[in-house]
């Protein structure tokens, strides 16, 4: 069956899908469209840009109160320096290069030096290295990958991890003392679409991180399939202030090469969706007026507050921005209406408010939104040549996909490799989606929660927490931040709280205790009875989430499983009896 509707606005692909069903109740999602050929390797949109747009800033960090530039041209001639250095110091396919620094243009040379010349460059959390108390995720990472070079932007800021592993940082600059000659030429002709370009690890919540291949064919099919969506990109080259981590699928794989696909402009922002540190993006965004917009829930959140009250902010980022696009966790609807009547109101033409689905092991897009939208939690369709397979499992239905956007496996674990894949090829993601609506199809799935995430009360009744986490959320506008839900093997389900600091700061402990009662109240009437509904009892943490537990990641959204791991001592306070003061119950 293929169903379409036509959209309006920027250029998009049309809303369509194929779907087969299959007697056993599995479902085949498809595009109609046919998957083009993309780039080669990633080191040919660099070549092609500094041949048509050699003087047009490729990427641009702050530096004092400007910028330090660096034009397409300029790149592609430091880029072969680097790698050029690389081979000199006997770099391959088998000894990748570890980065251990925040984003930045240094950053950006090393990495692409790297995959120009077939040489894997493995992104690593800063958190592992400035965050941990025993380095024990950064020392496997090390023990794991074998690397031949490390980099960090400041050796003394990073001199513990770098001790830890027994390693020494080098300079980019030590790398770009030789004219590239043949051998950069010879090793470049020989990278292609199945060369390992990256290795991007998990965030290892439940156990030591994994090291996620990820070749050259990912990466640049990954940007056909997006550019065969919004076909807009071609028109008007991308211009983008962005503080995603590249040690992130989100950041480093799809927002940076969107830009480097498309010929655009990358504004490297030193700022993160944390406080402290969100007045450097907000800075930014009042200075560079982007065309397109990426970012976080966590990130929109604390970002709304700035926009809402600076009516110069809000009209620099609506001046030309026309898509806005939030992935890597569910953005609450109350969020996403205040921030569509806030562009609806600011921007001269309307604004596209979207989002899209996948992970580190797609590159990751494996379904995006192309469509106008009024809601959110919609991620949209399949991306040409990526096809899911729906399988119906505990009342919901399990996604896996098979394409060239998916990954052939780990790094070093060959066991984790088989098990990620079923009988016929496709990689079990762990996650369930729904259709927006059955009946038409075309109207988009929508994230249904990790299936490992979700529980059973004690009654055997099912939880699906991601969808339930939403609600909750939204009951409780604008206090609380994040939630997460427990109630596993009980008999009621409850919440542990992340509040928004800002909001409950001005309350009384009484006016906070009344609102947040008054909130499982509303969510119990909407509940109509049904147990896997109703959250009978909630208590707010006196911390926000650690980064270093594997709580939240660099990105900034929440991880469930880790949370009740690390915080183990509150999920028993807050099912005590008789009870602790600090928790709230609903009424009944």
């Not at 702050?62 to 880029?79: E, F, I, M, P």
């Not at 009250?309 to 939030?326: A, G, I, M, T």
Request: hydrophobic letters at 45%; charged letters at 20%; aromatic letters at 8%.
């Amino acid at each position: 069956m293929t169903r379409a509707v036509a959209t309006t606005g920027l250029r998009l692909a049309p809303a369509a899908i194929d779907i087969e069903t299959r007697a056993d109740g599995v479902m085949l999602l498809r595009s109609p469209q046919t998957l083009e050929q993309g780039a080669r390797v990633v080191a040919d949109w660099l070549a092609h840009w500094a041949q048509h747009r050699a003087d047009q800033t490729f990427l641009a960090e702050r530096d004092g109160d400007g910028w330090r530039k660096l034009s397409y041209a300029q790149a592609l001639v430091q880029v072969r320096r680097v790698a050029q250095g690389l081979l000199a110091r006997g770099l391959d396919a088998s000894r990748p290069v570890v980065v251990l620094s925040d984003n930045s243009i240094d950053h950006a040379l090393l990495a692409l030096g790297a995959m120009h010349v077939g040489v894997p460059v493995a992104p690593v959390s800063p958190a592992y290295s400035l965050m941990s108390a025993d380095h024990a995720k950064l020392r496997y990472v090390f023990e794991l990958l074998k690397p031949g070079l490390v980099y960090a932007a400041d050796p003394a800021r990073f001199a513990g991890a770098l001790a830890a592993v027994g390693m020494q940082a080098t300079p980019l600059a030590e790398l770009m003392t030789e004219e590239p000659g043949a051998a950069v030429d010879a090793a470049h002709a020989a990278t292609g679409p199945d060369t390992v370009a990256k290795l991007l690890f998990t965030s290892g919540s439940t156990g030591m991180p994994k090291g996620v291949l990820n070749t050259q064919r990912m990466i640049t099919t990954n940007q056909q399939q997006a550019v065969q969506l919004w076909p807009f990109m071609v028109d008007t080259p991308p211009v983008v202030v962005d503080w995603l981590p590249w040690n992130h699928t989100f950041g480093g794989n799809y927002t940076f090469n969107l830009v480097l696909a498309n010929g655009g402009t990358l504004y490297i922002d030193g700022g993160k969706p944390a406080p402290g540190l969100i007045e450097t993006s907000v800075r930014n965004l009042k200075e560079i007026a982007p065309t397109m917009y990426f970012n976080v829930p966590r990130g929109f959140d604390l970002l709304m507050p700035y926009l809402e009250s600076d009516e110069q902010l809000r009209r620099n980022l609506f001046s030309r921005c026309r898509f806005v696009f939030y992935a890597g966790a569910a953005l609450p609807q109350n969020l996403y209406e205040r921030f569509a009547k806030m562009a609806r109101e600011t921007s001269p033409e309307p604004v596209y408010v979207v989002s899209a689905w996948g992970s580190t092991e797609t590159a990751p897009l494996a379904t995006a939104v192309h469509f106008p939208v009024d809601k959110a939690g919609v991620i949209g369709l399949p991306v040409p040549g990526c096809e899911l397979k729906l399988v119906p499992s505990a009342g919901k239905l399990e996604v896996r996909l098979r394409g060239p956007n998916v990954t052939p496996g780990y790094f070093g674990r060959p066991d984790l490799s088989a098990q990620a894949f079923d009988d016929q090829g496709y990689y079990k993601i762990g996650d369930a989606l729904k259709f927006v609506d059955l009946a038409y199809p075309e109207q988009g799935l929508a994230f249904d929660g990790r299936v490992a995430e979700d529980f059973k009360l004690v009654t055997g009744t099912w939880v699906h927490v991601g969808a339930l986490r939403v609600k909750l959320i939204a009951a409780c506008d604008p206090v609380v931040q994040d939630a997460v839900i427990t109630g596993h093997d009980r008999d009621e389900i409850g919440a542990l709280l992340f509040l928004n600091p800002a909001v409950a700061s001005g309350m009384s402990p009484q006016q906070l205790r009344d609102r947040l009662r008054d909130a499982l109240a509303l969510l119990a009437r909407d509940a109509a009875g049904a147990s896997s509904l109703r959250i009978g009892r909630v208590m707010a943490l006196d911390s926000p989430p650690q980064l270093d537990a594997g709580e939240i990641t660099d990105k900034g959204y929440l991880n469930q499983r880790a949370v009740l791991q690390s915080r183990a001592g509150e999920v028993q306070r807050l099912y005590a009896s008789p009870p602790d003061d600090a928790v709230i119950f609903c009424p009944e």
